[in-house]
């Protein structure tokens, strides 16, 4: 609890220290991703109503990172390549059948539209958003478009998206760069 009246629930024990990566929104479940026996990364969900039981979630032999809920808690967008390169996936939470491929060029760092009716992600151009549909039972990908250029020297980190969905928060490192910045884009969609 943040007012500091709970205890803390280690999630386990790790060689490494678990990365978390999202909080479900009806605060039942954290996802995080943890290092396997051959150093790569899988997605694990805690049960915060368990006492921190944990499970794996995601632990194919690939490297899978970056996960994060959808608002309506149904599925997870999450980072693999088992394409050879890093693409954005989404499945569906807790369990269930089904996988779809969200980026078609590379993907990292996806994040859902509060709306839960896109997720952004990047690629080497910049940043994208797909347009996805997630209410019929199935899951539907739409078309990626281009949002944002990346910046011709450096990196471009995402990290949240307004509430109306016309701000993304994202932070820029410039090539070189050793300096903290916050890059804050509005009126990006023009």
Known sequence: SVSGSGSVVPL???ITTPQATDWSRDGKFILYQDVDSSASFDIWVASLEE??????????????EAACFSPD???IAYVCDESGRQEVY????????GKWQVSQSG????????????IYYSNDDGVLHAR?????????????????????QGALDIHDAAPDGKRLLVSYLPQGGNENTLTLVTDWRR
């Open 51 to 64: 006492k921190g039981r944990k499970r794996p979630l995601l632990t194919t032999g690939y490297r899978e």
């Open 107 to 118: 993907g990292e760092q996806p994040v859902w539209e509060r709306s839960g009716g896109g």
């Open 90 to 97: 989404v499945r569906p939470f807790p369990a269930g059948d």
């Open 132 to 152: 996805v549909d997630g209410t019929r039972g199935s899951f539907v990908v739409g078309e990626s478009k281009l949002v944002a250029r990346h910046p011709a």
């Open 12 to 14: 386990g024990v790790s």
């Open 73 to 75: 808690g149904r599925w």
